[in-house]
């Protein structure tokens, strides 16, 4: 009976700390009160059924709630892990050659007969170049880059520029991509 | 999801459905993008653009669309100084225009299949060549003729005024 009892005064702790942390959540708007949105009939069910049920299913079954955190834990980091993956990132075997600035301002300046485009180079994309320079490491030599690249199982070729420092590529300026599906080869 | 509204092409002086996004690879090369509001399930990209082929020439001239703080969003809102025309320089790729009578509805992105389709092809903003695919035949002779979403919610609140459509 000692045993019982101590189990469920864990529960009742552990539900305490629970939903502390909850209204904590719920106050600095990180989540959402669950009964937001609810009136009537549908609130008092909620708050006279619902939540008591919770709380003794809580009491009775606590073990249960660290398992499904850590569960959610790994699902979480494989996401990120997958999310990251799914980021273009441009590597060394993707360097074409060295450029200089200039050489590359001349080849990508765009013209066009109708005015339709800023007298500059890369045209309405001048800005991103722009700020690919402002943001690129002190000491960075500038490489063209081509790469095969598949997001979310579409596959695509990028070209572009990348910063590179001591053989590392440090970041890179997307210019043109093509589509290499089935559909756009045809 | 919902099947996608598509962006009007102007070309040989005909307008047709197109079911290509030239704008979002603007996007993706580091073009600012403004805070679009969703307004249609059968418009997850946010607007409605306008192109027309002159000279060999991809253009933008005029975009649809609404921002997050409820303003409407034109092509100066994307191109500031250019609300008339914008040179689509940075696309490289392939523009689909489905012709003809629906062959197969699929309520899913551009997955709709229609008689044929014609390809123009790319590069730069500069057109390379085009050619017209054949698909079949619609069974259905009163099949509908041309691209359009079956259905579509509408967030009616945030909807750019103006025009009829998702």
């Known amino acids: 009976m000692d045993w019982l009892a101590a189990y469920l005064c864990v529960g009742a702790v552990y539900l305490l700390m629970q939903e502390l942390q909850s209204r904590r959540s719920v106050a600095s708007g990180r989540t959402t009160d669950p009964a937001a949105g609810l009136t009537g009939g549908a609130l008092l069910l909620y708050r006279l ?71 500059l180079p890369f045209g309405h994309l001048n800005a991103a170049w722009r700020q690919f320079l402002d943001n690129a490491p002190a000491g960075s030599e500038i490489w063209s ?18 910063a590179v420092r001591g053989g590392r590529v440090l970041a890179h ?12 080869r045809q | ?25 603007y996007f993706s090369a580091g073009g600012a993008c403004p805070d679009f509001a969703s307004w249609s399930t059968a418009l997850w990209r946010c607007y409605l653009g306008n192109w027309e082929i002159i000279d060999g020439r991809l253009y933008l001239i005029a975009l649809r669309a609404r921002l997050v703080d409820g303003s409407a969003a034109t092509l100066a809102t994307v191109f500031p100084g250019y609300p008339d025309r914008v040179f689509a320089h940075w696309y490289c790729g ?50 509908p003729v041309g691209y359009g979403p079956g259905a579509w919610t509408v967030l009616a609140s945030r909807r750019p005024s103006g025009k009829e459509g998702p």
């Open chain 2, 1 to 25: 999801m919902t099947a996608q509204a598509a962006e009007q092409l102007r070309y040989q002086g005909q307008d047709h459905a197109m079911c290509s996004q030239p704008l979002d690879d």
């Open chain 1, 49 to 119: 059924v619902a939540l008591p049920l919770a709380a003794v299913l809580f009491v009775l079954g606590w073990p249960a709630a660290p398992a499904v955190m850590l569960w959610e834990l790994g699902r979480e980091r494989r996401w990120r892990a997958r999310e990251k993956r799914m980021q273009f990132t441009v590597r060394r075997r993707d360097l074409i050659a060295r450029r200089t600035v200039d050489d590359i301002e001349a080849a990508e300046h765009v013209v066009d007969p109708m005015g339709a485009v800023p007298d």
């Open chain 1, 173 to 184: 300026f997307s210019v043109r991509r093509r589509g290499l599906d089935r559909q756009a």
């Open chain 1, 145 to 162: 880059f081509s790469r095969k690249w598949t997001d979310r199982g579409s596959w695509e070729q990028r070209w572009g520029y990348a």
């Open chain 2, 94 to 143: 392939s523009l689909r225009l489905p012709q003809g009578r629906l062959v197969k509805y699929v309520h899913s992105g551009f997955g709709s299949v229609h008689e044929s389709d014609l390809f123009i092809a790319i590069e730069r903003g500069l057109v390379t060549r085009s050619h017209t695919r054949i698909n079949g035949r619609a069974a259905d002779r009163d099949a």
